[in-house]
């Protein structure tokens, strides 16, 4: 075989040896510029560029050999029977056009589909002890940005109260719920499923509600998250999409900037569709089993929408459109 | 279909200089771009190490210096056990605020308590990880050294109200500077202090100016949108995030003003062996690149993001210029100390300040 120009860098300086190269067999020699010597091509680390670019051949001590020569590399790669397979898929457009698809269709399941199924599994493996840990603190740091004491008379309360423990009556897994109430200017008229178990109704919803037939059907929709440990599976899904996206732009230091910190995931409370059906289905069960109309929460929907002008209140804006409820039915 | 790249030549203070040639091209890395981004995907994240590793190599080895070609020689698998320490510091870290209110407090404690270690092994690990004609660059484990530029440099900036922060800039450059080498080689930084004030109060000038110039024409632009639109609430929210776009378009341009001049201020102050460095960047025209950057990977859905890469890779090489006075035969090998990736991605993932320098 013919021989190319190479340049040999002996590893004592960073100044290239003009030589040229050559293969014997299954053996690559060198000669040029008080070089010359040879040497089994399974004794050398061949590290091929990364698109077009040179071959690098790494010599047991460490001085390297680097070639320019296209045809000869391809042979030279032949000969040793490395398969550089990366270098392969990056370098043609059907694989790239493949890769594209993978990518979109890929992140698209993972996105709708891999990832809630994962922190649904997890969350069931989370004891709930540790949701109560969690509640500790979070009902503190609201009470602190968000929350005013309540209001409401001790009578309302109680009777609520009432309510509440019917609604928990129904599973001995719901003994350790508990019902809060708290006054906030910001996020009016509202009910939180915090982690922990912990329902938090504020003093605009209870005034918003005709009767308490209103008031049970929301306050059996936030025992449906809490029963479904939706506050939790929402945290573990905003750190899996944001895991997802570390991994896509291979920048980890946007995990800190996009996943949602402790207020924000407890206030907007955006649960995704699907958790507000389940919380949804979980209020028609009770109230029909308690003989409620059932209907009695898409009125009160309807009152909160006309209350807040349609937007600005995240409840609300989570929520399927009222409308959407009735139809659901 | 193989760009050439640009090298650009010029005379200055008695030294030639040359700038770097980057020879990448949007075409081909678009390709490696996005295997790599379905393997990553496919492998459930473990490629992502590996497509790492494939990137910086595509760009170390599209860049040269009179036909020396950089080259990055990082093991995928150290990167991947870094990156896996860093995500459960991470995940510490954002879980940590389920736990208590503090907690995550206590986290960012131990991240600056170990911050002289990981900029050092950062630092390591990248420098010896790189080289230029076969030969390493690396870094000086100097602890010491760490320790004072990075906790003196908070000290005195806390106990100066801010005004001292300049000096801790300085400090810490030097500290980055000063410990780097190429081969044998050490990189010197010699700058004066009052270069580095000069910058800061231009951007300190210039804030003021950008605030009152925002201030003004989001009056101004206020007063037509409240005469244009009737709905009260509505107007108000278009002003809303008129003022918002304006405040991140003012910051961003002084952050990049800033970050240039700095850069080109510790490059130009550089030498390798005595052999100059300089840097020729324009903040206006590094401003111009982010900003186009931005919208076409915006309006592409990402998909730009190659394109940006490679043109913004392009310019930084072709505007970084070495004093062109040396032989090959000057820059003996060192045998270098193995830096840590662990280091790397923890100083990434927490945003640890390694990375001005050169």
Known sequence: MNSVDARFFDNQTARPLAVSAYLIGKQLAWT?????????????????????????????????LEIDDPAFIEALMRIAGHNDWASKLEASWPYALAA???????????????????????????????????ARDGLAI???????????????????????????????AFAEYTLEFRYSEDIGANALAIPGGVVIITD?????????????????????????????????RSAGSAAIFAALTGDLGSITAVSATLPTVLVQAS??????????????????????????????????EAS?????????????????????? | MEDAGNIRTLTSAGANFTSLRFTGNTNEYFKIWIVNIALTLVTL???????????????????????????????????LVGRVIATFFLALYVFSEYIHFYAPLVVILIIFALTPWLVVR???????????????????????????????????????????????LRWRNQFLVNNSRFGKSAFALDVPLEEFYSIAFRAFGLSILAYIAMFLSVFAIGAMVDTAIADQQLAATVITYITLAMLLLFYGAILVYTQVRYRNLIADHTTLDGHRLRSDWSAAAMAGLYLTNLFAIALTFGLATPWAQIRLAKYRAENTLVAADFAWEDFAVAEGEAGSAVGEALGDAFDVGVDIGF
């Open chain 1, 100 to 134: 594209l698809v993978i990518t979109i269709v890929g992140s698209w399941a993972m996105l709708t589909f891999g990832v809630p199924i994962a922190a649904t599994r997890i969350a069931q493996q989370v004891p709930p002890q540790y949701d109560r840990i969690m």
């Open chain 1, 308 to 329: 807040t002008g349609g937007h600005s209140n995240h409840w609300f804006s989570s929520h399927p459109s009222s409308s959407e409820r009735v139809q659901d039915r």
């Open chain 1, 204 to 236: 605009d919803m209870v005034e918003l509600a005709d009767n308490d037939d209103e008031l049970i059907a929301v306050l059996a929709h936030e025992v449906g998250h809490q029963a479904q440990r939706h506050s939790l599976r929402m945290l573990l």
């Open chain 2, 45 to 79: 994240g473990i490629y992502s190490a590996w497509a790492t590793v494939r990137k910086n190599r595509y760009f170390y080895g599209n860049t040269s210096l009179n036909d020396a070609r950089f080259d990055y020689h990082a093991e995928p698998r150290a990167i």
């Open chain 1, 271 to 304: 649960y995704s569709r699907d958790f507000e059906h389940e919380a949804d289905s979980f209020a028609f069960a009770y109230l029909e089993m308690r003989g409620i109309d059932t209907d009695v929460l898409s009125g009160l929907l309807m009152r909160l």
């Open chain 1, 142 to 172: 609201l009470d602190r940005v968000l929350f005013e004491p309540s209001s409401l008379d001790q009578s309302t309360q109680q009777r609520l109260r009432g309510h509440f423990n019917d609604i928990i009556a129904t599973d001995p």
């Open chain 1, 32 to 64: 040029g510029d008080g070089q010359s010597a040879q040497i089994a091509l399974t004794r050398v680390r061949l590290v091929p560029a990364v698109g077009q670019g040179p071959l690098r051949i790494v010599l047991p001590d460490e001085t390297a």
């Open chain 2, 122 to 168: 950062s630092k390591s690990f990248k420098l010896r990880n790189t080289s230029l004609n076969n030969v390493r660059f690396g870094f000086n484990p100097d602890y010491n050294g760490a320790f004072k530029a990075y906790y003196g440099g908070a000290l005195i900036t806390v106990v100066t109200l801010g005004f001292g922060a300049p000096i801790a």
